[in-house]
């Protein structure tokens, strides 16, 4: 629980004065109150002439559910959350945080008022203001910063969760570009298929599991993450796909699968690799998908380790060219010489060496051959702590009797500093076995519906060319350490300590900054190191009937007004045009917030999409299905793919420079097993997802705090090590910094290693946060990725003793 009563932080008692009135109003009825969910839970007294009404909205997007929720109000207070149920049995779904916000949204870690900062920043200081003088000060401070240091000082990051549209146009400011946050896998992934922006989504949904005849689940605790899926997997198991989880701590899903094996963290690439051995060798490999559908038989130029091509590629260009304008070859078994890899009439070999223009080349399959010698399934058990034997038997029951899904995730596996090596060796397994592209073949993270079933392709409210967000010079991540001009910071969202590693090294940058604004419905971390704070609704919250859409689990749904804006929070979407206001050019927004919804539809290039208003959404019960769910979504199922070449392009001769135009392993950063910093801190520190919390959010409900107090878990063989018993204290360090929590001891958890949830924040430990031993190095590699480099928050080294 946390330390104090505020449920969010140690604020002083003057910023919640202003909303005392409201909280002695409320008291009876347990605004933030009750003690137990015993007492919670009890069924509502029954009173007089009580209004009482359904209303409809959805829930998160950051965790990819957007359950849509049909919520019982009565006499204008949110009494009852269920799932909408307009879509059918199959889509009616909700978890455990969305039932939470009945008390949740109440809590007492709402920010009440607009507050402005008066003692030094983290130290929680602020009093209440007007969100007249708020605005005033924000606007102001802003445009005085940016006539002194350039339009693009100011940076604004937005969470998954924010509503927001207009905040970084209006400003005219940069967005930090990628986030270095679950693109560890993607970035090794997804240029070999197209798909996924970087970010690994699916090649095909969960509910397609139920064709396959396996699942090998890496580094996936689907059933923490994704809980409102939880029955996809289950419905798997039952229709006969055996269920495979490698993790290295015996996870909730481990625990319902049909074989677990535990694996040494940070060696995902080298099962991955150890497989890929066996199917080469083993002939398990399907040559005509592989010689159709997959750069592997494309030509090489033996000397610079590039792919042949018609002609040289203009650097400076915007884009590739695709293999249409500018071919790849293969080696033409009829006619003995080079052909363009699209000539219908070539019959492509798909190993040797040949003389091509004078130079010697050779298939990008043939290196990968003589790559592939260095792992061997010997090599691969040394690696993993998997015997050679199952590595062998998991490679073939993955060739050989498809088809199967190969589920990666964003857990510790894809936080690692050598996650995109695994990702390339992932699409390298589909690529070979052809498990891609036909019901039960997939790969991917599969987390969330709204991200892996269809999805819809809305379109934006246009605005003119001056308000544009400006081009983002350096990365938000790397701004603590790379000469940058950002002088004012908008989050909106936790920004400054969920999206970054090293938390001390994150504090020092932002205590040189000018100026800091968090918006948010709840008193984050990265609040108290705010000049500004001011209070958005939640989700069930608005000041109008119609508040958003968005594309849920292979449907629209909409946010319409539950209940009125609690306390003096106010949307997003009224914050945003106030401030155009106060710029001058609010002429160029949307005068509602029905406007915007209605201006997505209508701007959609989808025909389905652009024909529907939002009366037709709220007629078929705030909910509207997409085109096609009848079928399970299976991406290529035309053996096309959105890559250069049209197909698997799994030959990276971008990264040749490194060494790893075929997945060529490398030990993670700092967690391996032989780095001498473990004579000093032996323990890997792994922080995952949780059914608990969504990252950092969450933390302030109430509901769920009593069934999970914040503790990092240790295996009682490292518990006894160090004397420690459950419920000690204890101090959890390294070089980077240090907090305190409680200790718990699991035998689910491995040896040599520690496990705790994600962005457990000061206020729900003893001392400190998570965030201050989190590694946040940027390896070299990542700067030639598809979304930059991953910041390696699992890749941590630790110790533990006894505070």
Same mark, same amino acid.
């Given at each position: ?158 969470? &998954?969760?924010?509503?927001?549209? *207009? ?70 198991? @039952? ?49 005509? *998908?592989? /010689? ?61 060496? *040949? ?14 051959? &003589?790559?592939?010698?260095?792992? &061997? ?111 004012? *910071? ?33 008193? &984050? ?46 949307? @997003? ?150 004397? /420690? ?79």
């Amino acid at each position: 629980m946390p330390k104090n009563d505020t449920g969010g932080s140690s604020i002083t008692r003057r910023v919640f004065m202003k909303g005392a009135a409201f909280a002695a109003g409320t008291a009876a009825v347990g605004l933030g109150g009750a003690a137990g969910y015993d007492t919670w839970l009890k069924p509502a007294q029954a009173h007089a002439q009580s209004d009482e009404h359904l209303a409809y909205t959805y829930h998160q997007l950051h965790c990819g559910g957007a359950c849509p929720m049909a919520c019982k109000v009565r006499d204008g207070r949110l009494v009852q959350v269920q799932p909408n149920e307009a879509g059918g049995d199959r889509y009616a779904t909700i978890c455990l945080k969305g039932l939470s916000e009945v008390q949740h949204i109440y809590g007492k870690g709402r920010i009440q008022t607009p507050l402005k900062r008066v003692g030094e920043r983290g130290s929680s200081d602020f009093v209440a203001i007007s969100w007249d003088e708020a605005l005033d000060l924000m606007v102001d401070t802003i445009t005085d910063l940016q006539k002194q240091h350039g339009k693009d000082c100011v940076l604004v990051k937005q969470s &998954t969760e924010s509503l927001a549209q *207009f905040m970084a146009p209006l400003f005219g400011a940069q967005t930090g570009g990628n986030g270095g946050i679950d693109n560890g896998t993607g970035n090794g992934l997804d240029p070999a298929i197209g798909h996924g922006g970087g970010y690994a989504y699916a090649t095909g949904e969960a509910r397609d599991w139920t064709n396959a005849n396996m699942v090998l689940m890496v580094g996936s605790n689907f059933l923490e993450s994704t809980l409102p899926q939880v029955r996809l997997f289950f419905e798997a198991k @039952e229709a006969g796909a055996k269920m495979v989880t490698v993790d290295p701590h015996f996870s909730t899903t481990a625990g319902k699968s049909d074989q677990w094996i535990p694996i040494v963290p940070g060696t995902d690439a080298a099962l991955f690799l150890g497989m890929v051995t066996a199917i080469i060798d083993n002939k398990w490999y399907d040559e005509d *998908f592989v /010689l159709q559908h997959t750069a592997l038989p494309y030509l090489v130029d033996a000397k610079t380790k590039k792919l042949v091509r018609d002609h040289a590629e203009d650097p400076n260009a915007e884009e590739p060219e695709t293999g249409e304008k500018n071919p790849f070859f293969v080696w033409d078994q009829s006619s003995s010489q080079k052909r363009a890899y699209t000539d219908a009439a070539a019959k492509p070999t798909l190993k040797g060496t *040949f003389t091509v223009d004078g130079a010697s080349c050779t298939t990008a399959f043939s290196l990968l051959e &003589t790559a592939q010698k260095h792992y &061997t399934l010997e090599w691969a058990s040394e690696k993993t702590g998997i015997p050679a034997d199952t590595i062998k038997t998991l490679a073939q029951e993955y060739a050989c009797n498809g088809p199967a899904s190969l589920a990666v995730g964003w857990g510790g596996s894809d936080k690692m500093a050598n996650a995109d090596i695994g990702g390339h060796a992932a699409a390298l397994l589909a690529a070979l076995t052809g498990n891609i592209g036909k019901p039960g073949a997939h790969v991917g993270v599969f987390v969330g519906g709204a991200w892996n079933g269809y999805s819809a392709s809305l379109g934006a409210w246009e605005l003119p060319e001056q308000l544009a967000a400006a081009t983002s010079k350096v990365a938000s991540y790397d701004l603590k350490y790379q000469d940058n001009n950002v002088r004012a *910071f908008i989050c909106l969202g936790d920004a400054i300590n969920q999206k970054y590693g090293n938390q001390n090294k994150t504090i020092e940058w932002v205590k040189k900054l000018d100026f800091i604004v968090t918006i948010d419905a709840y008193f &984050t971390e990265g609040a108290k190191w705010s000049d500004l704070v001011l209070p958005t609704t939640s989700r069930f919250e608005n000041d109008e009937e119609i508040g958003g859409i968005a594309s849920g689990y292979n449907h629209l749904v909409l946010q319409a007004k539950v209940i009125d804006p609690l306390f003096e929070a106010k949307t @997003e979407f009224w914050i945003e045009r106030e401030i155009a206001k106060r710029l001058g050019v609010d002429q160029h927004l949307p005068k509602t917030a029905r406007e915007l919804v209605e201006a997505k539809l209508a701007n959609s290039e989808d025909p389905y999409l652009a024909a529907l208003t939002v009366d037709d959404i709220v007629k078929n019960g705030y909910l509207y299905p997409l085109e096609g769910i009848e079928k399970p979504r299976t991406a290529y199922e035309d053996g096309a793919f959105l890559t250069t070449s049209g197909r698997m392009d799994v030959y990276y001769d971008n990264l040749v420079e490194f060494g790893q135009e075929l997945p060529a392993y490398e030990d993670c950063n700092e967690a391996y097993a032989d780095n001498p910093l473990r004579a000093q801190y032996p323990l890997q520190l792994a922080n995952v997802r949780t059914r608990f919390r969504i990252h950092n959010q969450f933390w302030d409900a109430r509901w769920t705090q009593q069934f999970y107090e914040p503790y990092v878990e240790l295996n009682p063989t490292d518990m006894q090590a160090r004397g /420690l018993a459950a419920g000690d204290t204890v101090e959890v360090l390294n070089d980077r910094g240090s907090f305190k929590c409680k200790v718990k001891g699991n035998e689910a958890v491995r040896p040599d290693s520690a496990r705790m949830y994600e962005a457990a924040t000061s206020d729900y430990l003893v001392e400190g946060n998570l965030q201050n031993v989190t590694n946040d190095t940027m390896i070299e590699r990542g700067y030639a990725l598809m979304t930059g480099p991953v910041i390696p928050f699992s890749d941590t080294l630790v110790e533990i003793k006894k505070a």
